[in-house]
C-alpha cells in the first residue's frame, strides 16, 4: 500500500508541476498530426514494414544455414559460422549500414539488386541472421534426439529427417523469441536514414525527423512514434500468446 501511494504521489506532482499547454504545443500539436497524417507517412510506414519484413526472411534463412553449420560434424563449416555470428553479433548495426552504404565507393559500379530495398534486406538481415542462428540452433539442440535415431532407424536420410522432423519441432519450440527479434527488426529500421535514401525510400524515423525538422516541432516525430506502436503492440500481444500456448503445451 506504502508503494501504491508513493506512486500515486509521484504521478499526481508530475501533472501539476506539468505546463500541459507546453506540452501539447510542443508534442502533439492538432495541426500538425493533421498535417504529418497522409501519403508521406503511409509511404514511410509502408517502407517500415518491406524492410523489416525482407531482412527477417533474409535472416531466418540465412540463419538457418548457420545454425546448420554450427552443428555440422565437419570443423570449418563450425568455425566460420562461429566467426561469423560472433562478428556480427558484436557489431552495431548502425556501423553494418555504414559500410554497406560506403560498398559503392570500394566496388564502383556495384549495385544490389531491389536497392535501395535489396541493401536493406542484405545489410539488417546479416545482422538478424546472426542471432537468429543460435536462437535456431538451441532450438535444435531441444528437440529430442530418440526421434532423430528412430527417423535414422527407418532409413530416413540425416537430411530428410532434419528437414521433415527436427525442424518443424525446433521453429515451433523457438517461435517466441523468433517473434521478439522481429520486434527487434521493426525498431533497427530506424537506423536506414544512414544510407542517405531519397524521400520515397524513408522510413518512420526519417521521415518523422524531416518533418520535425522542417515544423520546429515535435509532433511529427511523435506520430512516427506512435506508427512503430502499431507494428510492435500486436506482435507483443502474438508473443504472449505464443508463450503461453508453449507452457500449457509443457
Known sequence: M???ALLVVVLLLAAFMADWK???DVFFRPSLVA???GPGLARALGNTILYTVGAFVFGLVFGTVLALMRLSSVGP???LARAYIEFFRGLP???VFIAFGLLPIAFPGMRIPFDPYGTVWVALGMVASAYLAETIRAGIQAVPKGQVEAARSLGMPAGMAMRKIVLPQAFRIILPPIT???ILLVKDSSLVYVLG???SGYELTKFGREASQSSANLTPLVVAGFCY???TLPLTVLVGRLEARSAKAK
Do not use: D, F, K, P
Open 229 to 231: 506502436l502499431l507494428i
Open 77 to 79: 563449416y563450425r568455425w
Open 197 to 199: 535514401l531519397s524521400m
Open 35 to 37: 498535417e504529418t497524417v
Open 2 to 4: 506504502v508503494q501504491y
Open 93 to 95: 548495426a548502425i556501423v
Open 22 to 24: 507546453q506540452v501539447i
Open 180 to 182: 521478439n527479434e522481429l
